[in-house]
């Protein structure tokens, strides 16, 4: 029993759920606070993933790539690695914000008025349309090659043996800024007129507010922080294609995170991730079929199933409304 | 979406049926075939397709237009139902001798027929259990509609993992003789399963038909679905609807797998999952609660994916189904044949 | 022993209460009606009979038992049916199918019920297989009064039946309510047409902001210029 090595794997396993974290921040701003119910987040989380990576991949060889355009011009075109110290980390995940929030536009646009259960399936649509895309479209993404060699942020300040301590810190920066980002908006007067929207939608209707606007700026506010979850996670595993964003990785797992942690309440979010990742880590070492990832995927349907029917409001929840006892 | 209604007021004024709207669109199909606009061959393989569809999507309307809800495990239930069958096929009918395939026409032999029978009932028991011990714990509740949805993404997750678990993720097959596909005139041909499809569709439909024009309990979901609070009041045993509402809806979910799993001639965990959209687009389509709408939705669903490879990458046709889907939201939420709120 | 008896009832939906200490009595063969203004807790006093809606205090005793918490299904099979005042019947079934849904309770063939309910609405019998989506709203409200009628029941529950009709309808189901009260079935009985709905009653109560305001015989009610500034409009 390697004291050292369980120290490097509990970072590493911090590393991701901190970005997990991230993606459940983001959705509780869709669920939590606008009662957007999106099963799409993998197509937020590949968006995030390809921008971040496009602009800041090397193009790969020759014999890798198949009428690959984006990636042979991209870095050098933009000048992204001239910017100083590794400055074009802030760059891409800018970009990828950036990206999924002009994306999140349209999408909004189209499913926001729709009632809660028609814009689950839309969103699931969607995402596998965006999935499709960077699948067949091989001049944007090198379709099922993937993108390759996406550059570590600092990298040459630490070894690779302890980059992930490195990388573990730059993760928790990310993830307290985006989440007093969350805390200021939801506080600010434009937080109140949501969970106002939230709690009657019809009188805040007759007060006058436009409703559709405010939700898509939460759509788009939830996608770009999904957006940059992608990105950290592309310059984490270093490796993406479109087999990455499987709905289970993507989607179900962080639906999971944010029913058990609380839906609505942001620490809520945050501590779901890493008691769901914890789980998902845990049963690695449980012995035979236990760590099997089938296994896992029964596991976190059941997790979902369960954090409804046993404690709905989550470990943390705000008690979303949900019994009215209509007349 | 105006036009439809348009269509439709002139339509009552010159007393067209619904034959005459068939006989219309038929006409169109044959005429665009002869002009070499679309392929006659891809509409009809659109059909095939359609009935397994529809076969999905008349389930999935009976449980939205009763229960008021999305059934988002719908599609693991096919995955279930398909790979029982699997199951009854690879253990005891083989263990039994009975092995079989190539039964008349068709690639598969008749121990699939036996097996189907028993996949349907347990989908439908297993459809019932899980309403007692989930569903109907969130509606004593209040609960709404939305997380009754999520909690059946849940279920369907779940349900996933466990196939996943028993049965790996690699492609399965049922036992099957290969066949030549039949050569049709107007240069179309079709897979050798397509009579045994479509036959076992349109079966299946008229006894939901029957089903629902005349029997108590039918004609008690039909009330259940159009009032649910006068049902009540009238002294109709809903939680004996709600029971036959999920027992029909696995059973035809179920039916749709094993059809699925014969057309494409391959299984995999994720089967029922990837037909939610094209499922749901159908149901939309036909304005939900309504089973006819659900059939027609599901021809007009498979028709437009088939005919769009002509003209788009192929890889593309969920995205058609999608597309439909997201159209009928925006411009007429209550479908082609919905007519009520 | 009065064949239902609502005592001291208070109820609500959520956090609302809208009934408060209502109380109020219906004996075998009588017709009472409740009147009041919009949102004095009427329509609720119903449910809550029905158990569609539970009280949180007082009781209702029918037939000497008591109902309260008792499931809707359980009540409409003992002895009540209620009619409500919109969306009272299956827009998408025919009239036969309506009255079998009526019947649904019942084990057995429901064809004899329906021929004698039809026998007391007449207008209907040539269109029973047309959907009842199609018929006209006085139509519609006969239907929702013959479905109630299919189980024989002891006590018919009424809400608003003549509300949106026209004046020729109102009349004519008015004299259905009295036809069938006079073969011996109770009555109770929501109206805001108030005047012609007291002229028919024997007995009536005055429900306002969920409160007992005053109850009587009916003519007595009718005769009270109090209840006719309040109550009976112009």
Known sequence: MDILGIIDYTVGWAVVAGIYAVFSLGLNVHWGFTGLFNIGIAGFFAVGAYTSALITTPPPKEELFEDFIFGGNLPELLGVFNLGIDLWFLLAILAAAIAAGIIAIPIGLLTIRLKEDYLAITTLGVAEAIRLIFLNEKWLSNGSRGLYNIPKFLGDWVSPANYNYLYLVVIFVVLGTLYLIVKRAINSPWGRVLKSIREDEMTAQANGKNILSFKLQAFILGAAIMGIGGALYAHNIRFISPITFDPLYATFVIWAMLMVGGSGNNKGAILGAFVVWGIWAGTAFLPGFFSDPSTRLFMIGVLIVAAILLKPGGIMGEERKISENKP | ?341 | MNLLNIAKITAGYGDTEILHKVSLNIDKRELVTVVGPNGSGKSTLMKTILGIVKPTKGNITFQGESIAGTPTQEIVRNGISYVPQAYNVFTSLSIIENLEMGAFINSGDPSKKISEVLELFPDLVDKRKVKAGYLSGGQRQMLALARALMLNPAILLLDEPTAGLAPMMIEAVFEKIQLINSSGMAILLIEQNAREALKISNRAYVLAAGHNQLDGKGKDLLNNPEVARLYLGG
């Not at chain 2, 009918?93 to 009975?98: A, D, I, P, V």
């Not at chain 2, 714990?137 to 209040?142: A, E, K, N, Q, T």
């Not at chain 2, 709404?144 to 399965?172: F, H, K, N, P, Y």
């Not at chain 2, 788009?312 to 479908?335: D, E, H, T």
Request: net charge positive; glycine share 10%; proline share 4%.
């Open chain 2, 1 to 341: 979406m105006d036009i439809l209604s348009k269509i439709k007021l002139l339509g009552n004024r010159i007393k067209l049926t619904p034959i005459h709207y068939f006989l219309l669109v038929v006409m169109v199909i044959i005429i665009l075939s002869f002009l070499s606009v679309i392929k006659l061959e891809l509409v009809v393989n659109g059909l095939i397709m359609g009935s397994i569809i529809a076969m999905g999507s008349m389930g999935l309307t009976l449980v939205y237009g009763n229960l008021k809800f999305a059934h988002i495990a719908h599609g693991d239930f096919m995955t279930l139902a398909a790979y029982i069958v699997l199951f009854i096929l690879m253990v005891p009918l083989h263990s039994m001798g009975l092995q079989s395939t190539g039964l008349g026409p068709f690639t598969f032999g008749y121990p699939l027929l036996l097996a189907l029978p028993f996949a349907v009932l347990i989908a439908a028991l297993a459809a019932i259990t899980l309403d007692v011990v989930i569903y109907r714990r969130l509606r004593d509740r209040g609960s709404s509609t939305v997380i009754i949805a999520m909690c059946s993404l849940g279920v369907a997750i779940a349900l996933r993992g466990i196939v996943q678990v028993i049965w790996g993720g690699d492609i399965e097959q049922y036992p099957r003789l290969s066949k030549l596909y039949y050569q049709l005139p107007m240069d179309v041909r079709i897979p050798p399963d397509a009579i045994f499809i479509t036959g076992v569709a349109l079966i299946s439909t008229f006894f939901l038909h029957l089903f629902l024009t005349k029997s108590k309990i039918g004609k008690a979901m039909r009330a259940t679905a159009d009032n649910t609070e006068l049902a009540r009041v009238t002294g109709i045993n809903t939680n004996l609807v709600t029971m036959w509402t999920w027992a029909l809806s696995a059973g035809f979910a179920a039916i749709a797998g094993v059809l699925l799993a014969v057309f494409q001639a391959q299984l995999l965990p994720s089967m029922g999952w990837s037909f939610l959209i094209p499922l749901f687009a159908a149901v939309i389509l036909g304005g939900i609660g309504n089973p006819y709408g659900a059939f027609l939705g599901a021809m007009i669903v498979g028709v437009s994916g088939e005919v769009s490879t002509q003209w788009i990458n192929p890889s593309y046709k969920p995205v058609i189904a999608f597309a439909i889907l997201a159209i009928m939201l925006l411009m007429r939420p209550q479908g082609i044949l919905g007519g009520k709120d």
